[in-house]
Protein backbone atom coordinates (compact mmCIF):
# COMPACT_ATOMS: atom_id res chain seq x y z
CA UNK A 1 0.00 0.00 0.00
CA UNK A 2 1.83 3.15 -1.15
CA UNK A 3 0.40 5.93 1.70
CA UNK A 4 0.78 9.89 0.69
CA UNK A 5 0.36 12.15 3.73
CA UNK A 6 -0.62 15.88 3.17
CA UNK A 7 -0.68 18.33 5.23
CA UNK A 8 -1.74 22.45 4.38
CA UNK A 9 0.10 25.23 6.20
CA UNK A 10 1.05 28.57 4.62
CA UNK A 11 -1.72 28.00 1.72
CA UNK A 12 0.06 25.03 0.30
CA UNK A 13 -0.08 21.45 0.62
CA UNK A 14 2.94 19.42 2.02
CA UNK A 15 2.64 16.11 0.42
CA UNK A 16 4.93 13.27 2.14
CA UNK A 17 5.47 9.93 0.34
CA UNK A 18 5.64 7.66 2.50
CA UNK A 19 7.30 5.11 0.22
CA UNK A 20 9.89 7.28 -0.94
CA UNK A 21 10.76 9.53 2.06
CA UNK A 22 10.04 12.54 0.24
CA UNK A 23 7.99 15.44 0.28
CA UNK A 24 6.55 18.03 -2.50
CA UNK A 25 4.53 21.17 -1.99
CA UNK A 26 1.59 21.83 -3.95
CA UNK A 27 -0.82 24.76 -4.46
CA UNK A 28 -4.62 24.21 -3.19
CA UNK A 29 -5.44 23.67 -6.98
CA UNK A 30 -2.45 21.31 -7.94
CA UNK A 31 -3.55 19.25 -4.75
CA UNK A 32 -6.90 19.34 -5.96
CA UNK A 33 -6.25 17.75 -9.33
CA UNK A 34 -5.21 14.45 -7.63
CA UNK A 35 -1.98 13.97 -10.34
CA UNK A 36 0.19 13.48 -7.72
CA UNK A 37 -1.98 10.41 -6.96
CA UNK A 38 -0.79 6.88 -8.60
CA UNK A 39 -3.96 4.75 -8.56
CA UNK A 40 -4.84 2.85 -5.66
CA UNK A 41 -2.68 5.28 -3.61
CA UNK A 42 -3.51 5.59 0.10
CA UNK A 43 -4.03 9.51 0.86
CA UNK A 44 -4.33 10.42 4.85
CA UNK A 45 -5.00 14.12 5.38
CA UNK A 46 -6.23 15.77 8.91
CA UNK A 47 -9.49 15.82 9.39
CA UNK A 48 -9.39 19.58 9.95
CA UNK A 49 -7.96 19.92 6.14
CA UNK A 50 -9.44 17.75 4.21
CA UNK A 51 -13.10 16.58 6.74
CA UNK A 52 -14.50 20.30 7.20
CA UNK A 53 -15.84 22.61 4.64
CA UNK A 54 -13.94 25.92 4.43
CA UNK A 55 -15.39 28.52 7.20
CA UNK A 56 -14.75 32.39 7.77
CA UNK A 57 -13.66 32.18 11.33
CA UNK A 58 -10.65 29.48 10.55
CA UNK A 59 -7.82 29.35 7.83
CA UNK A 60 -7.30 25.31 8.71
CA UNK A 61 -10.29 24.27 5.93
CA UNK A 62 -9.11 24.73 2.21
CA UNK A 63 -11.89 23.35 0.34
CA UNK A 64 -15.93 24.16 0.33
CA UNK A 65 -18.27 21.27 1.04
CA UNK A 66 -19.40 20.42 -2.27
CA UNK A 67 -15.47 20.42 -3.36
CA UNK A 68 -14.52 17.69 -0.77
CA UNK A 69 -17.19 15.58 -2.09
CA UNK A 70 -15.95 15.72 -5.56
CA UNK A 71 -12.81 15.14 -4.11
CA UNK A 72 -13.25 12.18 -2.38
CA UNK A 73 -15.64 10.72 -5.36
CA UNK A 74 -12.63 11.43 -8.19
CA UNK A 75 -10.14 9.33 -5.49
CA UNK A 76 -12.68 6.88 -5.31
CA UNK A 77 -12.69 6.54 -9.09
CA UNK A 78 -8.74 6.24 -9.23
CA UNK A 79 -9.39 3.27 -6.59
CA UNK A 80 -7.57 5.38 -3.93
CA UNK A 81 -8.82 5.81 -0.44
CA UNK A 82 -8.99 8.76 1.70
CA UNK A 83 -8.46 8.73 5.17
CA UNK A 84 -8.82 11.78 7.80
CA UNK A 85 -6.27 11.34 10.90
CA UNK A 86 -7.37 13.25 14.06
CA UNK A 87 -5.64 16.26 14.68
CA UNK A 88 -5.83 16.56 18.31
CA UNK A 89 -3.74 13.45 17.86
CA UNK A 90 -1.10 15.39 16.01
CA UNK A 91 1.01 16.75 18.48
CA UNK A 92 1.34 13.01 20.30
CA UNK A 93 2.23 12.03 16.65
CA UNK A 94 5.19 14.40 16.51
CA UNK A 95 6.05 14.05 19.87
CA UNK A 96 7.14 10.51 19.53
CA UNK A 97 7.46 9.81 16.12
CA UNK A 98 8.89 13.33 14.67
CA UNK A 99 12.31 13.86 13.98
CA UNK A 100 12.96 16.96 16.14
CA UNK A 101 10.91 18.63 17.99
CA UNK A 102 10.53 21.53 15.87
CA UNK A 103 6.24 21.92 14.55
CA UNK A 104 7.30 22.33 10.70
CA UNK A 105 4.41 20.38 8.23
CA UNK A 106 7.10 17.86 7.06
CA UNK A 107 7.45 16.88 10.39
CA UNK A 108 3.59 16.35 10.72
CA UNK A 109 3.23 14.94 8.10
CA UNK A 110 6.05 12.20 8.51
CA UNK A 111 5.27 11.98 12.25
CA UNK A 112 1.18 10.84 10.82
CA UNK A 113 2.75 8.47 8.94
CA UNK A 114 5.22 6.63 11.07
CA UNK A 115 2.11 6.36 13.64
CA UNK A 116 -0.17 5.00 11.32
CA UNK A 117 1.88 2.46 10.08
CA UNK A 118 3.77 2.00 14.25
CA UNK A 119 -0.53 2.19 15.60
CA UNK A 120 -2.15 -0.56 13.90
CA UNK A 121 -4.62 0.82 16.53
CA UNK A 122 -5.15 4.44 15.29
CA UNK A 123 -8.65 5.37 14.33
CA UNK A 124 -8.70 6.88 11.10
CA UNK A 125 -12.20 8.09 9.60
CA UNK A 126 -13.54 7.95 6.37
CA UNK A 127 -14.69 10.68 4.11
CA UNK A 128 -18.56 11.78 5.06
CA UNK A 129 -21.14 11.32 2.13
CA UNK A 130 -22.79 14.54 3.24
CA UNK A 131 -21.90 17.64 5.23
CA UNK A 132 -25.77 18.28 6.43
CA UNK A 133 -26.14 17.22 9.98
CA UNK A 134 -29.29 14.81 10.75
CA UNK A 135 -31.94 15.09 12.82
CA UNK A 136 -30.47 12.49 15.48
CA UNK A 137 -27.06 15.29 15.54
CA UNK A 138 -29.15 18.34 15.33
CA UNK A 139 -30.91 17.19 18.70
CA UNK A 140 -27.88 16.18 20.21
CA UNK A 141 -26.59 19.30 20.60
CA UNK A 142 -29.71 20.72 21.81
CA UNK A 143 -30.09 18.06 24.21
CA UNK A 144 -25.96 18.62 25.26
CA UNK A 145 -26.85 22.35 25.50
CA UNK A 146 -29.23 21.75 27.61
CA UNK A 147 -26.86 19.13 30.23
CA UNK A 148 -23.74 21.49 29.83
CA UNK A 149 -26.55 24.36 31.85
CA UNK A 150 -27.64 21.27 34.08
CA UNK A 151 -24.45 20.08 34.95
CA UNK A 152 -23.02 23.98 35.77
CA UNK A 153 -25.51 24.45 38.39
CA UNK A 154 -24.84 21.70 39.50
CA UNK A 155 -20.93 21.99 40.29
CA UNK A 156 -22.11 25.48 42.40
CA UNK A 157 -23.26 23.15 44.73
CA UNK A 158 -20.83 20.44 44.31
CA UNK A 159 -23.29 18.16 43.25
CA UNK A 160 -25.16 18.06 46.27
CA UNK A 161 -27.64 20.67 46.18
CA UNK A 162 -30.47 19.51 48.47
CA UNK A 163 -33.56 20.56 45.99
CA UNK A 164 -32.22 18.61 42.99
CA UNK A 165 -33.58 14.77 41.96
CA UNK A 166 -30.78 13.80 40.42
CA UNK A 167 -28.81 14.22 43.91
CA UNK A 168 -31.93 12.67 45.59
CA UNK A 169 -31.99 9.88 43.25
CA UNK A 170 -28.35 9.07 43.64
CA UNK A 171 -29.57 8.49 47.70
CA UNK A 172 -32.02 6.80 46.90
CA UNK A 173 -31.07 4.20 44.46
CA UNK A 174 -26.66 4.22 44.54
CA UNK A 175 -26.76 0.97 46.33
CA UNK A 176 -29.38 -0.35 43.40
CA UNK A 177 -27.11 1.18 40.47
CA UNK A 178 -24.08 -0.77 42.83
CA UNK A 179 -26.23 -4.42 42.94
CA UNK A 180 -26.52 -3.92 39.58
CA UNK A 181 -22.83 -3.15 38.14
CA UNK A 182 -20.65 -6.06 37.39
CA UNK A 183 -17.54 -6.15 39.69
CA UNK A 184 -15.45 -4.67 37.45
CA UNK A 185 -18.04 -1.69 36.65
CA UNK A 186 -18.23 -0.90 40.75
CA UNK A 187 -14.34 -0.34 40.39
CA UNK A 188 -14.86 2.73 38.29
CA UNK A 189 -17.09 4.19 41.16
CA UNK A 190 -14.91 2.59 43.58
CA UNK A 191 -17.85 0.43 44.57
CA UNK A 192 -15.73 -2.50 44.92
CA UNK A 193 -15.25 -2.38 48.45
CA UNK A 194 -18.15 -3.51 50.64
CA UNK A 195 -19.24 -1.98 54.01
CA UNK A 196 -19.82 -4.78 56.41
CA UNK A 197 -23.59 -4.15 55.90
CA UNK A 198 -23.41 -5.64 52.86
CA UNK A 199 -24.32 -1.59 51.14
CA UNK A 200 -22.27 -0.19 48.48
CA UNK A 201 -21.24 3.19 48.82
CA UNK A 202 -19.99 5.90 46.53
CA UNK A 203 -16.65 7.42 47.28
CA UNK A 204 -17.79 11.56 47.22
CA UNK A 205 -14.74 12.14 44.80
CA UNK A 206 -17.10 9.96 42.65
CA UNK A 207 -19.69 11.84 42.70
CA UNK A 208 -19.78 14.50 39.54
CA UNK A 209 -19.44 11.04 37.31
CA UNK A 210 -22.80 9.39 38.91
CA UNK A 211 -24.54 12.27 39.17
CA UNK A 212 -22.93 13.11 35.31
CA UNK A 213 -24.55 9.80 34.00
CA UNK A 214 -27.82 10.41 36.14
CA UNK A 215 -28.69 13.55 34.81
CA UNK A 216 -28.46 12.27 31.34
CA UNK A 217 -31.59 10.95 32.10
CA UNK A 218 -33.05 12.36 35.01
CA UNK A 219 -33.60 16.53 34.99
CA UNK A 220 -32.62 18.05 38.79
CA UNK A 221 -36.80 19.16 38.65
CA UNK A 222 -37.52 15.28 38.66
CA UNK A 223 -38.99 14.23 35.53
CA UNK A 224 -37.08 12.22 32.32
CA UNK A 225 -35.52 13.80 30.01
CA UNK A 226 -36.09 13.04 26.51
CA UNK A 227 -34.56 13.37 22.92
CA UNK A 228 -35.97 16.36 21.27
CA UNK A 229 -36.51 14.68 18.20
CA UNK A 230 -38.08 11.30 18.92
CA UNK A 231 -39.85 12.15 22.57
CA UNK A 232 -38.15 9.23 23.80
CA UNK A 233 -35.54 8.88 26.60
CA UNK A 234 -32.25 8.91 25.26
CA UNK A 235 -30.52 5.22 24.15
CA UNK A 236 -27.06 4.81 25.25
CA UNK A 237 -25.52 4.99 21.19
CA UNK A 238 -27.25 7.95 20.72
CA UNK A 239 -25.89 9.69 24.11
CA UNK A 240 -22.39 8.14 23.09
CA UNK A 241 -22.60 9.34 19.11
CA UNK A 242 -24.57 12.42 19.21
CA UNK A 243 -24.33 14.32 22.89
CA UNK A 244 -20.97 13.22 24.58
CA UNK A 245 -19.18 12.67 21.29
CA UNK A 246 -17.01 9.81 21.95
CA UNK A 247 -15.24 9.83 18.47
CA UNK A 248 -11.64 11.36 18.41
CA UNK A 249 -12.77 13.48 15.40
CA UNK A 250 -15.57 15.08 17.35
CA UNK A 251 -14.57 18.51 19.62
CA UNK A 252 -16.66 20.40 21.92
CA UNK A 253 -18.06 17.30 23.78
CA UNK A 254 -19.37 19.66 26.74
CA UNK A 255 -19.15 19.27 30.70
CA UNK A 256 -20.77 15.62 30.43
CA UNK A 257 -17.70 14.55 28.49
CA UNK A 258 -15.30 16.38 30.17
CA UNK A 259 -16.71 15.00 34.08
CA UNK A 260 -16.83 11.33 32.38
CA UNK A 261 -13.13 11.51 30.06
CA UNK A 262 -11.15 14.62 30.85
CA UNK A 263 -11.45 14.34 34.72
CA UNK A 264 -12.97 11.01 35.37
CA UNK A 265 -10.80 8.63 33.09
CA UNK A 266 -7.56 10.84 33.59
CA UNK A 267 -7.50 10.32 37.47
CA UNK A 268 -8.66 6.76 37.01
CA UNK A 269 -5.86 6.20 34.35
CA UNK A 270 -3.08 8.34 36.12
CA UNK A 271 -4.03 6.00 39.97
CA UNK A 272 -3.74 2.54 38.15
CA UNK A 273 -0.82 3.32 36.25
CA UNK A 274 1.52 5.43 38.75
CA UNK A 275 1.99 8.26 36.65
CA UNK A 276 1.26 11.21 38.73
CA UNK A 277 4.76 12.09 39.64
CA UNK A 278 6.55 10.60 37.08
CA UNK A 279 7.24 12.93 34.85
CA UNK A 280 9.67 15.42 34.45
CA UNK A 281 10.11 17.68 38.10
CA UNK A 282 7.53 15.21 39.64
CA UNK A 283 4.70 16.12 37.77
CA UNK A 284 2.30 13.76 36.07
CA UNK A 285 3.65 11.86 33.05
CA UNK A 286 2.64 13.48 29.71
CA UNK A 287 0.63 10.52 27.39
CA UNK A 288 3.64 11.66 24.77
CA UNK A 289 6.03 10.51 27.29
CA UNK A 290 4.45 7.05 27.38
CA UNK A 291 6.74 4.17 26.17
CA UNK A 292 4.36 1.58 24.02
CA UNK A 293 4.37 -0.49 26.79
CA UNK A 294 2.77 2.18 28.81
CA UNK A 295 0.53 3.25 25.47
CA UNK A 296 -0.94 -0.49 25.63
CA UNK A 297 -1.96 -0.27 29.50
CA UNK A 298 -3.12 3.08 29.10
CA UNK A 299 -5.44 1.54 26.02
CA UNK A 300 -6.90 -1.27 27.95
CA UNK A 301 -7.62 0.80 30.94
CA UNK A 302 -9.45 3.05 28.48
CA UNK A 303 -11.30 0.03 27.47
CA UNK A 304 -11.81 -1.04 30.72
CA UNK A 305 -13.06 2.39 31.92
CA UNK A 306 -15.47 3.01 29.15
CA UNK A 307 -17.16 -0.28 29.79
CA UNK A 308 -17.53 0.85 33.09
CA UNK A 309 -19.07 4.04 32.48
CA UNK A 310 -21.34 2.02 29.44
CA UNK A 311 -22.71 0.00 31.80
CA UNK A 312 -23.40 2.23 34.21
CA UNK A 313 -25.79 4.10 32.25
CA UNK A 314 -27.38 1.21 31.12
CA UNK A 315 -28.56 0.71 34.66
CA UNK A 316 -29.72 4.03 35.31
CA UNK A 317 -31.43 4.38 32.16
CA UNK A 318 -33.26 0.97 33.14
CA UNK A 319 -33.88 2.33 36.79
CA UNK A 320 -35.06 6.10 35.33
CA UNK A 321 -37.56 3.96 33.22
CA UNK A 322 -38.73 1.94 36.32
CA UNK A 323 -39.47 4.28 38.68
CA UNK A 324 -40.09 7.68 36.34
CA UNK A 325 -41.45 7.00 33.30
CA UNK A 326 -44.90 7.42 33.51
Known sequence: MQIF???FGGNNWLVYDEAKEESTTLS???????????PGA??????????????DTSLAQVYEADQLLSFYARAKQKGCTVKLFPQASTPR???RWGASAQKTDEVDAKAIALMVKNSP???????PSSFEPTEAREAGWAFKNETNGILNRARRFKYESENDAVVQFIDDYSNEIASRLSPSARVVFDWHRIKKDGKFYASTRRQS???????????????VRLRPDTGSIPGIRWLRNCVLHMSPFHFRGGIARSNLYWHGFKNYAIGEMGTR?????????????FTPEQDRE?????????????????????LVKEHYWQ
Do not use: W
Request: charged share 20%; no cysteine; aromatic share 12%.
Open 121 to 127: HMPLMNP
Open 298 to 318: FRQHRKFFNAGIIEAMQVVRD
Open 28 to 38: PAEFYSQAFLP
Open 277 to 289: KAGANGKVLSHYD
Open 93 to 95: ARA
Open 209 to 223: RLYTIVALFLHPEGY
Open 5 to 7: VAD
Open 42 to 55: TLIAEHAHLGSPRK
